[in-house]
T-cell receptor
Framework: DQQVKQNSPSLSVQEGRISILNCDYT??????FLWYKKYPAEGPTFLIS?????DKNEDGRFTVFLNKSAKHLSLHIVPSQPGDSAVYFC????????????FGKGTKLSVKP | DAGITQSPRHKVTETGTPVTLRCHQT?????MYWYRQDPGHGLRLIHY???????DKGEVSDGYSVSRSKTEDFLLTLESATSSQTSVYFC????????????FGDGTRLSIL
């Protein structure tokens, strides 16, 4: 049973537009959520995180939104750039960074020039 | 970039042989993790360590053992490799304090024939 779900395997957007990647979770105990970006032949790179006491966190072009009642989080990238083309993983954990993370299966984002 | 080195980066071996993968960190982080990534599964936790000689099992630990005799090194051993263990293996590290994220190495691609 998947505790963290990324239901869109892929997403294609035009350069300069907004990319919205979605993630749903089932475990109400999760209190820490992260997004990672992964290029081929490299390890995942941390992008942005949010704790359950917040509903929004911004870092430059990246914003993560958390809707606890819906058990849903999303990553917004504005504006999207071709270099953002990668696989994006959503992850969730209990107990902050001391807890283990459960990852979604990933969404492949393609940003077209 | 976090100072994480995985070795070897690529390995091809035969079923039934022992295999050891090494993760070395220069960040003096307390927590270290081993994940595997397979198509359709995202990243799944194999084992993790929360200190020297302190380890615990993750979601997919069967067929794997780990050891951590020094803060900087975390070894993953496949005692008798099987074809189902063909995968890309990632090591990650974390300070384990507050909401500091896990940071990943660049992975080891292991093929078991």
């Amino acid at each position: 049973d998947q505790q963290v779900k990324q239901n869109s395997p892929s997403l294609s957007v035009q350069e300069g537009r907004i990319s919205i990647l979605n993630c749903d979770y089932t475990n109400s105990m999760f209190d820490y959520f992260l997004w990672y970006k992964k290029y081929p032949a490299e390890g995942p790179t941390f992008l942005i995180s949010i704790s359950s006491i917040k509903d929004k966190n911004e870092d430059g072009r990246f914003t993560v939104f958390l809707n606890k009642s819906a058990k849903h989080l999303s990553l917004h990238i504005v504006p999207s750039q071709p270099g953002d083309s990668a696989v994006y993983f959503c992850a969730a954990g209990v107990g902050g960074s001391q807890g283990n993370l459960i990852f979604g299966k990933g969404t492949k984002l393609s940003v077209k020039p | 970039d976090a100072g994480i080195t995985q070795s070897p980066r690529h390995k091809v071996t035969e079923t039934g042989t022992p295999v050891t993968l090494r993760c070395h960190q220069t960040e003096n982080h307390r927590y270290m993790y081993w994940y595997r990534q397979d198509p359709g599964h995202g990243l799944r936790l194999i084992h993790y360590s929360y200190g020297v000689k302190d380890t615990d099992k993750g979601e997919v630990s069967d067929g794997y053992s780990v050891s951590r005799s020094k803060t900087e090194d975390f070894l993953l051993t496949l005692e008798s490799a099987t074809s189902s263990q063909t995968s890309v293996y990632f090591c990650a590290i974390s300070e384990g304090r507050g909401n500091q994220p896990q940071h990943f190495g660049d992975g080891t691609r292991l093929s078991i024939l």
